[in-house]
């Protein structure tokens, strides 16, 4: 008898350590994104982990040495802050020229955003880009006729005001066409709106500054403005699918597709071991009822084997 009582608690301790390990590695591991970096918190739409977040801003933001990075087709940018609140960003450029510090010789990135992604970010309505040394035969120019050309003031900056930086004096360049003058202006302001994306090369630009406000707070002279690039962002659809998710216990993601498509991206709820198109209370996916079903299995077993040495103890 006691020979038969170790053999089944040997067969137990067999079926518990086959069927509940692969368990816990199926069902209750809780996909883990990463919600912050360096003192940037990160939370929805973005994220730093494939599948994780929004489908329209995967493959954006990257942590490197607790250094946020926000890449896009134009290059690489610091991110400088992430206001949630807002919904924008503030980006470095250290190639951006300032009232300090003039930057040429196209070393900029500018600013340009991939078709797709245009519809999830942009540059801000308050931000301006000062375009410098650009040449005659830019396509900024091309069109206009003579002293009229696409070059305004942005939310009460432009380059009338730039022109007073210190910088304009350290680098010993004229200011062609400034105001009155023949040829181009040195300096060029622009709404990313009214050109829709900021590349150097093909504008023929020698360089960029770019300046934002943070309405209704307004500042006198270049010296106090803000520079760097402000980026808003839009959930297109909104966001109740990810708020429905998070209230359930579950996290944002979405499917795993082309990267350079968003033909077919569905977002998903990621439940555990499961995933689901809605929230974690509609139901798991069939490999976690299955799962469960091998519990039902083992736990009756361990009943019967139990009662059964129960009833042959004496």
């Known amino acids: 008898m006691a020979e038969l009582k170790k053999m089944v608690v040997t067969t137990t301790i067999f079926i518990v350590t086959v069927l509940i390990m692969?368990?816990?590695?199926?069902?209750?591991?809780?996909?883990?994104?990463?919600?912050?970096?360096?003192?940037?918190?990160?939370?929805?739409?973005?994220?730093?982990?494939?599948?994780?977040?929004?489908?329209?801003?995967?493959?954006?933001?990257?942590?490197?040495?607790?250094?946020?990075?926000?890449?896009?087709?134009?290059?690489?940018y610091r991110v400088l802050d992430i206001d949630?609140?807002?919904?924008?960003?503030?980006l470095h450029d250290p190639h951006l020229s300032t009232c300090n510090s003039i930057v040429l010789g196209r070393r900029g990135n500018g600013f340009s955003v991939e078709p797709?992604?245009?519809p999830y970010i942009s540059a801000s309505p308050n931000n301006v880009f000062m375009l410098l040394g650009c040449s005659a035969i830019s396509p900024l120019?091309?069109?206009?006729?003579?002293?009229?050309?696409?070059?305004?003031?942005?939310?009460?900056?432009?380059?009338?005001?730039?022109?007073?930086?210190?910088?304009?004096?350290?680098i010993g360049r004229s200011k062609i066409g400034s105001k009155f003058g023949s040829g181009p202006p040195e300096c060029c302001a622009v709404s990313f709106e009214a050109i829709k994306t900021i590349n150097l090369t093909k504008l023929q630009c020698e360089?960029?500054?770019?300046?934002?406000?943070?309405?209704p707070l307004r500042v006198d002279g270049p010296h106090e403005w803000s520079y760097g690039i402000r980026v808003t962002y839009s959930v297109?659809?909104?966001?109740?699918?990810?708020?429905?998710?998070?209230?359930?216990?579950g996290t944002c993601g979405y499917s795993d597709v082309d990267d350079h498509k968003d033909d077919g991206v569905k977002q998903l709820c990621m439940?555990?071991?499961?995933?689901?198109?809605?929230?974690?209370?509609?139901?798991?996916?069939?490999?976690?009822?299955?799962?469960?079903?091998?519990?039902?299995?083992?736990?009756?077993?361990?009943?019967?084997?139990?009662?059964?040495?129960?009833?042959?103890?004496?």
């Open 141 to 170: 120019f091309q069109g206009f006729a003579d002293r009229h050309l696409p070059c305004r003031n942005v939310s009460g900056m432009g380059c009338e005001e730039y022109y007073d930086c210190p910088a304009w004096d350290w």
């Open 22 to 76: 692969p368990l816990n590695s199926a069902t209750l591991h809780v996909p883990t994104c990463r919600s912050y970096c360096g003192n940037i918190t990160i939370d929805y739409p973005f994220a730093l982990q494939h599948g994780c977040g929004h489908p329209g801003f995967r493959d954006l933001l990257f942590c490197i040495n607790d250094v946020l990075m926000f890449h896009i087709s134009s290059g690489s």
């Open 236 to 249: 297109q659809g909104g966001d109740e699918f990810c708020r429905a998710c998070e209230a359930t216990g």
């Open 271 to 314: 439940c555990g071991g499961s995933n689901s198109t809605s929230n974690c209370e509609s139901g798991g996916s069939p490999s976690s009822r299955g799962a469960w079903s091998a519990l039902n299995i083992l736990a009756g077993f361990m009943v019967c084997a139990l009662a059964w040495m129960t009833s042959h103890k004496n």
């Open 116 to 118: 797709w992604r245009s």
């Open 207 to 215: 360089g960029y500054s770019s300046a934002y406000t943070l309405a």
């Open 84 to 90: 949630y609140a807002y919904r924008s960003l503030t």
